[in-house]
């Protein structure tokens, strides 16, 4: 749907597949004012903050290192610097007191971003006052009896924005130029599924796509197939690897996708016998290709209702690259976070296409690797199923920051009608376990809320715990696994009771 906005927006129609344009001669009516009127409240905590920010001389920021976090303080730290205030960044995966070590005691303000909300009485702990500390987050906010300023959408009823999406709205507030930073929140915001349950991004979250639009610099295309990989993955590839929706005969079965296919009549390779992606098929064979798939899952009792989406291009980066492709784009800056490289995804935002880029690539290959190993190791192993919940554990065999990734793909893979709980051993304090939960949309209909259950479950045993509905996260001791896993279970069921006896 276009903003009922009273901005003028051209819809270049291509039958299925529309794409947003601008009308160059009216990009003027999308304004600061109009995009911070469909945030209300938020729009003054965020003037607060920006007002703080263009009043130091220095400002530390300490950022998470997935993509949400790495994207957010790419955007925070450029329009600093463009507003010639002194930046210096650090990343770390969670804050602890361990990490809390690494922000320095020095005069410089410290913006938290993607973190910091549900930490205040850390941050308080170590001897941060009111005034050296401003937090732009998406989290639940934990309660502190020292108010730190904070730009926070969550407690505003805007639940599927991400810290880059705030930290883009204060640096639009910091300087109205800053609009050419709208594809990194864009980018964080896909990153952290906001675009998931809704397929497509909606609220504050759309509008700075829109604006993107305005801008030029973000392509939007209101039915696209729904699908991870369609800016770099031959399209047989791209269809198998899908679950969402489940497509039989297609997904998990790449033999199965380009047989599909095939029979369609196609092209599917070019003049140099190279597989083509998605966004290379031409319009009319996108359509056949698109009605068959429709034709498959009503044949097998599905609906097609999530097999379009929205999805957010970026014209002005290179074809068939991982950055072309916002889903993909997010993945890049993941893997360099995953792989203790924040920093590197962090110039690629700044626009550094060479050493940055070329190493990111190597990780972002490395990343696929261990996390197929990851998955097949899960499906060899098997996981525990019992009445609400499917878990395993899987040692000190890989790396904390992938299991949830691995967690997310292996449940397309087995019960899926239950979240998945993966357990993996900390090296650096063997006293502590890492949890990580996945859940689908299927299962958020029935009432369940990992970041809910996540949160109670570990502050029970003396952990710490938090995340989304969809995919959450906790550090318990190591003593507790089993305790833990069965108060989980205990939880979700809870959560699924409840939501049965609202409807009877």
Known sequence: MVPEDGARWLIQEEGTFPVLKRNLQETNLFSLDLLM???????????????????????????????????????????????????????????????????????????????????????KEHGLSGDEVAIVDHHV??????????????????????????????????DSGNTDLAPLAVVGNVGDMMAREDCGLIGPAKEIAYEGAAHGSVEIRKHDLNCYGISTRPLHVCLSYNDDPFIPGISNNPGGALRFLKNLGVPLQDSLQRWLVWDEIPYEDRRVISSALAQQLL?????????????????????????????????????????????????????????????????????????????????????????????????????????????????????????ILIMVEQPEDPSLTKVSLRATEQMLSRGMDLQEVATMASEKFGGAGGGHRIAAGAFIPRESEQEFIRHVNELLAGQCANKGAGHR
């Open 299 to 419: 044949a097998n009792g599905g609906t097609i209702a999530r097999l379009f989406c929205e999805s957010y291009l970026f014209p002005g980066e290179r074809e068939r690259t991982p950055l072309r492709n916002a889903q993909e784009y997010a993945t890049l800056l993941n893997a360099c976070g995953r792989w203790s490289r924040p920093r590197v995804g962090g110039n690629i935002c700044r626009g550094d296409r060479g050493a940055a880029y070329r190493e990111a690539e190597h990780m972002l290959t490395n990343h696929r690797a261990i996390i197929r190993e990851l998955l097949q190791f899960i499906l060899d192993s098997g996981v525990t199923d019992i009445s609400h919940l499917q878990y395993i554990h899987v040692g000190n065999r890989f790396p904390d920051t992938i299991v949830g990734i691995g967690a997310g793909m292996a449940l397309s893979k087995l019960n899926r009608e239950k979240p």
């Open 37 to 123: 009127n469909t945030v209300m409240g938020l729009s003054e905590d965020v003037r607060a903050v920006a007002q703080e920010l263009i009043e130091q001389e220095s400002v530390t920021i300490i950022s998470h290192i997935d993509a949400d976090g790495i994207s957010g303080e790419a955007i925070l730290s450029q329009a600093l610097s463009r507003a010639e205030i002194r930046v210096t960044s650090v990343f770390v995966r969670q804050l602890e007191p361990l990490t809390m070590r690494q922000v320095p005691r020095d005069e410089s303000l410290k913006l938290f971003c993607d973190l910091g909300a549900g930490q205040q009485n850390l941050i």
């Open 141 to 174: 906010s934990q309660p502190c009896d020292q108010d730190y300023l904070q730009a926070n959408c969550l407690p505003y009823g805007h639940t599927k924005l991400s810290a880059a999406g705030v930290a883009y709205l204060v640096a639009k507030e910091i």
